[in-house]
């Protein structure tokens, strides 16, 4: 049989050791994705390797993605390319005009 070993498959699934999910707060068998219901209170819970645990609390969707992703909260100032100055000339691949 082609099973992995067993230290193998502990080492992939204590990786996901303290990972976080955002669960919404909805009553019934209503939707849970979490674009359908933006402004619902969100659990967010924690990975332990057993189960998910209770870890805090979100109250709304955007609340939730800083608490999930804080490296993504600060927006990063990416310089744009710059531009550069058009030089003598008519450029290479302009027509030239009539008489040239």
Do not use: C, T
Request: proline share 13%; charged share 30%.
């Amino acid at each position: 049989m082609d099973d992995e070993p067993l230290a193998d498959w502990a080492e992939r699934r204590d990786e996901k050791i303290g990972q976080l999910r955002a669960v919404p707060l909805v009553s019934g068998d209503g939707p849970k994705g979490s674009h359908l219901n933006p402004d619902a209170p969100r659990a967010i819970q924690r990975w332990n390797g057993y189960a998910w645990e209770p870890h805090g609390f979100a109250a709304d969707l955007a609340e939730a993605k800083r608490i999930l992703y804080p490296w993504a909260a600060e927006p990063s100032i990416v310089p744009g390319p710059q531009s550069q100055p058009l030089g003598a000339g008519r450029g290479r691949h302009r027509r030239p005009r009539p008489g040239e």
